[in-house]
Structure formats: C-alpha cells, structure tokens
C-alpha cells in the first residue's frame, strides 16, 4: 500500500543544536499529523496541518506541509534535553492514516 | 492526558495459545483503534470501531479480530499467538470521524509470544 516515508531514523545533537525531520509521501495528503513519543511511552499528538504550504509554530516546534501536500518537516530550534522521544508524522491518503517509521532523537546535555 | 486504559500492559505467551487484549475509555469517543509498533514500521493500523458492534479492517488485519459490544470498550483478540505478533500494541480513540482528528492513545500492551 501507499507510504508516507519519514527520515532521518536516527538522530543525535548537542543540547542547543537544531533538528529537523522530514516525511515525503508519493501521493497527495488531505493532512498530515505529528506526534511525539517518550522512551517507553505513548504517541501524543502535537499538530496537524491541513493546507497546502502551512506554517505552524509552537515554541521552539515549527511544522511546515508542503505546497504540493506531499511533504512535511518538523524543525527543532535550540534542542533540549526534554525533547528527546521518537517524532512521527501519519498523513491521510484517501480514506487512510499512514504512520511514518519516526525519527529517534537524543540530545547530549 | 485522555480516559484509556489498556489491559495487560506486559503479557508473556507461546505460541497456539489466544490473547486477549482490552481498551477501555471514559471519554465517550465514537470511534476506537487497535495499531501495533515494530522497529522501523512505525504505528500499524489493525481494526478500527466506528460505532458499537461496527468495526472494519486495517492494514494489518490478518490473525488478527475485534469486537465492541460497548462504547467504552474494545478488545482485540489474537485467536492463535505466533512469534510475528510479538509487539506493542497501543488502543487509540479519537473525538472525530476516522482520520480527520487527533488520536489520542493508550499506554500500550507489550505481548511477547515464544
């Protein structure tokens, strides 16, 4: 079936730097949602964006969707610590919700 | 943090033996999910409820069932466990029609069949 492909798998920062991950989707999203998950905790939703070349911002957070609605990132200014967890995006293809395969990030004090 | 309370959260099985596992919420939400998460594939969709006793297929169905006989609660059921359904699978509710609105999860079931 239909992807949403979510990079990078991994990434590791120095507390401060930035981070940003990226989704990509063969096919047009009618929206994309984000969500955040703790070591050894649950998803938990952070944003969704609904239309095409979306900004939105929370705090430090800024998710984009992109013009074609095919892609999205979330950017990351100043990491950290309490930002480390895996971040997934799920975009809706038809009547479906693909989840990415997230990006792990941990941050060095 | 939303009404969802998942049942086992650790359950240790072989293989032949069914599993049940139970998603309750408080939240009065129309529509439940069952995902599971493995390495590298992210969150699954198995069955998903719109209603009591409507539920429909996801994209990783087989071997797997479910049923809703109540708004509040929605089990899933392994009839006989294999070692490829080792993982943590997480119930999710949400306010609005399927995939239109924030998902608001359980805090997971991790099921380890040898």
Redesign the interface.
Known sequence: GQQVMQIPQYQHVQEGEDFTTYCNSSTTLSNIQWYKQRPGGHPVFLIQLVKSGEVKKQKRLTFQFGEAKKNSSLHITATQTTDVGTYFCAGRMDNDMRFGAGTRLTVKP | DAGITQSPRHKVTETGTPVTLRCHQTENHRYMYWYRQDP??????IHYSYGVKDTDKG?VSDGYSVSRSKTEDFLLTLESATSSQTSVY?CAISRLA???????????SRLTVL
């Open positions: 590298g594939h992210g969150l699954r969709l994209e997480f399927r995939n239109t609105g924030e998902l608001f999860f359980g805090e997971g």
